[in-house]
């Protein structure tokens, strides 16, 4: 067997399909199945179980995507540390974001990290903090910010960040002056655009407002913060975000934001999390891209408390 059988085995057990899997790594599918069909070849046994809807590792499979997970991270590590004994850190680090943080840390994160690690790859993927954690358990990813991340068996989590949520409407239907605090009766009221669970920002607001006795008035349930503040300018509804994605919108003066204010708090507020895998130690470099995650979100998120 060899690192690249190894490689693509353990992606198509992980992502349960050889067409999901040739996609990630870049290759054709036919020559993904077949490196894969001569690694049961070679051990004599089938690994995986093929069917219509994917592919999903057999009792041999499963042991040997065990040992492969680590042969493959002890390989990282080994050109990880080779790379140390140049001066320099090296490897790929694949990140996940939630879309709002994406749009106020992506463009100063790639920036630190050329600068900082110039021999390592950034990947960025935006996602839902519940897929989030799947990838990172999987090894699909190696870092993570999560909202509302809750203790779980086989991740690391750590306080990140405190983001404000805040009532965004189009300017053109609130009058000229400084807006007094939405309360959470009166956003109950409001026509909101707002995603679908299970989003972790609809999830948190769902749960402030029921806490609250009020029920949200949903009137569209849009995945993507840019069609959502796309629909609040020209006047479909308001929307709860965090300041930042109004903030690097193409036309934050489209918007009017207002403070909600809540039982006990002057403020609607969510927490972020870093998140990492506690089954596969970090490499040096993977350790250094989630301080310059750290060092933006401090620069350009509210501190943690």
Same mark, same amino acid.
Not at 120 to 137: F, H, N, V
Not at 206 to 220: H, I, K, M, Q, W
Not at 278 to 303: C, G, I, M
């Given at each position: ?23 990630? %790594? ?5 020559? +993904? ?9 070679? +051990?004599?046994?089938?690994? #995986?179980?093929?069917?219509?809807? &994917?592919?999903? =590792? ?5 042991? +040997?995507?065990?040992?492969?997970? &680590? ?5 990282? @590590?080994?050109?990880?540390?080779? !790379? ?5 850190? !090296? ?6 974001? =939630? ?29 839902? $903090?519940? $897929?989030?954690?799947?990838? #990172? ?19 690391? %989590?750590?306080?990140?960040? /405190?983001?404000? +949520?805040? #009532?965004?409407?189009?300017? $053109? ?11 959470? @009766?009166?956003? $109950? ?21 029921? !806490?609250?006795?009020?029920? =949200? ?17 020209? &006047?479909?509804?308001?929307? %709860? ?24 708090? =002057? ?10 895998? !506690? ?13 310059? /995650? ?12």
């Amino acid at each position: 067997m060899d690192l690249k059988q190894l490689e693509y085995f353990v992606r198509v057990a992980e992502l349960g399909s050889f067409t999901r899997a040739a996609t990630a %790594i870049g290759v054709a599918q036919p020559a +993904l199945s077949r490196q894969v069909r001569l690694l049961e070849v070679e +051990l004599r046994q089938p690994l #995986l179980t093929r069917n219509g809807r &994917g592919a999903a =590792p057999t009792e041999a499979g499963t042991l +040997l995507l065990e040992h492969a997970r &680590g042969i493959l991270h002890q390989v990282e @590590r080994t050109r990880d540390e080779l !790379a140390r004994m140049r001066g320099s850190l !090296a490897g790929r680090v694949a990140l996940g974001l =939630p879309p709002s943080v994406a749009r106020a840390l992506a463009v100063p994160l790639t920036k630190a990290f050329r600068a900082e690690l110039p021999e390592a790859r950034l990947a960025i993927t935006e996602g839902l $903090s519940t $897929s989030m954690q799947e990838a #990172l358990l999987s090894g699909r990813l190696d870092i993570a910010v999560l909202y509302n991340a809750q203790a779980r068996a086989g991740l690391d %989590i750590a306080p990140l960040a /405190v983001e404000e +949520l805040l #009532l965004v409407q189009a300017a $053109s239907s609130q009058p000229p002056g400084v807006a007094k605090p939405a309360t959470l @009766r009166e956003i $109950s009221a409001l026509p909101l655009i707002i995603p679908s669970h299970p989003n972790a920002i609809r999830m948190h607001v769902d749960a402030v407002l029921a !806490a609250a006795g009020c029920t =949200p008035r949903v009137e569209l349930e849009i995945d993507g913060v840019p069609a959502i503040l796309d629909l609040v300018a020209g &006047g479909a509804g308001c929307a %709860i975000l965090s300041r930042n994605a109004v903030a690097s919108a193409p036309r934050p003066e489209a918007f009017s934001v207002r403070r909600i204010e809540t039982r006990g708090a =002057p403020a609607l507020r969510i927490e972020l999390f870093t998140a990492v895998s !506690a089954l596969r130690p970090a490499t040096r470099t993977q350790q250094a891209a989630l301080a310059l /995650v750290q060092a933006s979100a401090l620069e350009r998120l509210d501190a943690p408390h």
